[in-house]
């Protein structure tokens, strides 16, 4: 019971902490100031575990009416097997991860391929805050203000040729950072790709951070993929790699269980997972234990005006 209470306390302070710090974001930019550097916040950093202080986000419009998860919500409910299966596992064990130094090794049909320390990798980029719903394809679902940088920016920098019609991503391969690789449950690396047409879209999102700091382990330290229209295991975490193909990847859950999972997985609840409904999604941490708050899932994840054009003519019950 006290454990409860010290934990919902915890959650209070999250949420001030990171209210007032938009307060103030809000009223800079009016003020003309600009660029907010969240340095100017340490009681922030000393309210949370985890990852230090990002310099120089700017807020954007992106989820402004939505209400966030708790830090604790997002940093301890996870899916992230190269630490274990478990929801829990990932908080618990990824202390192994060494998320600094880190590089990126850029290849395939580019004018720019590379091999990238992460700084450089990032620097030339405004890093900006975008707070989008995150739907798993389990069916339950949470709210998270991201940090980090547009995805097409990124890819124009290493100019892709007329040939590159996917872009791949892959997770670190270390048995000793990642312990959940000495097992083979799922074929290491972990990979996913998007079209050129999706990565380039406004939406898709490289993630350095979260609630304005670097990225917990357990959320995908120090880069992952943010695409909030499609099922949460499409969003690839400890990305080094970053590749372009000319033909469709197949991606780790589709090479799993290509009946259940495939290349696109847009969220759409009209097309049922095999084993259950994707209707409707539980809110995580919201609701009592005996009855979860649900909600209606919407087609798109709720961004069908920005996305829903990608799709023009697909038949989305086959490529689902
Ligand atoms: N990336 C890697 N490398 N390994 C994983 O197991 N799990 C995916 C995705 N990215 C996964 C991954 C799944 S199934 C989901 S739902 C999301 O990460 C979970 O992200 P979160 O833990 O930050 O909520």
């Known amino acids: 019971m006290i454990r409860m209470k010290k934990i919902i306390e915890q959650y209070v302070t999250d949420e001030k902490h990171y209210l007032d710090r938009r307060a103030f974001i809000k009223k800079s930019a009016g003020l003309g100031i600009g660029l907010a550097s969240f340095s100017a916040f340490p009681s922030l950093a000393e309210g949370v575990a985890g990852g230090g202080l990002l310099d120089q986000v700017i807020p954007t419009k992106y989820g402004k009416e939505l209400t ?13 097997y190269e630490f274990g299966t478990g929801k829990r596992d990932p908080a618990k064990n990824a202390h ?3 998320p600094k130094p880190w590089h990126i090794q850029v ?35 949470m709210v998270i203000p991201w940090v980090g940088v547009p995805l097409a920016e990124v890819i124009k920098t ?50 350095v951070g979260l609630y304005g700091k670097t990225l917990p382990n357990q959320n995908g ?31 780790t859950w589709q090479d799993q269980a290509s009946k259940e999972y495939g290349f696109y997985a847009n ?27 649900k909600r209606k899932t919407e087609m798109f994840n709720g961004y069908g005006d920005e996305v829903a054009h ?9 490529n689902f």
């Open 310 to 318: 990608l799709y023009a003519g697909l038949d989305l019950t086959k």
């Open 221 to 251: 330290a120090p880069l992952r993929l943010v695409v909030p229209w499609k099922y949460g295991f499409k969003n690839i975490k400890s990305i080094v790699s970053i590749e372009f193909h000319e033909q469709m990847p197949i991606n």
């Open 96 to 98: 192994s991860l060494k």
């Open 107 to 141: 290849s395939g049909e580019c004018a720019k391929p590379g091999n990238y320390d992460l700084e450089d990798f990032i620097a030339p980029y405004q890093l900006q805050e975008r707070i989008y719903r995150f739907r798993c394809v389990e069916a339950w679902s």
């Open 267 to 293: 969220v759409n609840p009209n097309v049922d997972h095999p084993r259950w409904s994707q209707a409707r999604e539980r809110v995580i941490g919201r609701g009592s234990f005996f009855s979860p708050e």
């Open 68 to 80: 966030p998860h708790t830090f604790k919500q997002i940093t301890n409910y996870n899916n992230f």
């Open 158 to 207: 290493f100019e892709p040729t007329s040939k590159a019609k996917y872009v791949v991503f892959k997770t670190l391969v270390d048995k000793q950072q990642m312990p959940g690789q000495k097992r083979p449950i799922l074929n290491w690396p972990y990979i996913e790709g998007l079209s050129i047409a999706e990565a380039m879209n406004p939406l898709s999102f490289l993630a």
